[in-house]
């Protein structure tokens, strides 16, 4: 049966059930991460919009963009909904709201997320060995996907 996906901004009522995400999969994910705390959600997302994911009533994943530089900063799945296409989805949504293509940093041993980006069209522009942990900047390639510059080349 196929699931129901519905991406919106996310509110106050959307802030603890999206900082349990971040934090479950940081535990399980990202070893890199040392002492991951349910707080960490509200510190690390100031100041961006984010975007929730929600699959049959549940929030399943959500997005968070600096705006500023049209950077991802954080794209997290619940693991309960990953291969359904959610952190696609939440992509798609997230190049409405950008004025260039989207940037994002990956950890180089990653290779699970690595694999999800370039397969939405995110290529490796930037290779940082000596960061903590060591990270890959990538850019988006799908430009037409841009209502703002999809707008201003047909200007």
């Known amino acids: 049966m196929r699931k129901r996906i519905e991406i919106k901004p996310a509110t106050d009522a959307d802030r603890a059930a999206l900082a349990e995400i971040y934090l479950v999969d940081r535990q399980q ?3 890199w991460v040392t002492d991951p705390k349910l707080q960490d959600f509200d510190y690390d997302s100031r100041g961006e919009f984010v975007l929730v994911a ?3 009533g549940q929030r399943a994943g959500f997005c968070s963009l600096y705006r500023l530089a049209n950077f991802i900063h954080l794209l997290f799945v619940a693991p309960d909904f990953r291969h359904l296409k959610v952190g696609e ?3 798609t949504e997230m190049r409405q709201y950008a004025t260039e293509p989207l940037t994002l940093k990956c950890v180089m041993t990653n290779e ?3 694999r ?3 397969k939405v069209g995110f290529q490796i522009v930037k290779a940082d ?3 903590l ?3 890959y900047t990538l850019r988006d390639t799908h430009t037409e996907q841009y209502i703002a510059l999809v ?3 047909n200007n």
């Open 29 to 31: 994910e990202f070893p």
């Open 54 to 56: 929600w699959v049959d």
């Open 89 to 91: 989805r939440l992509l």
């Open 112 to 114: 699970n997320a690595l």
């Open 116 to 118: 999800f980006y370039a």
């Open 129 to 131: 060995a000596d960061a």
């Open 133 to 135: 942990p060591p990270n």
């Open 151 to 153: 707008d201003l080349e």
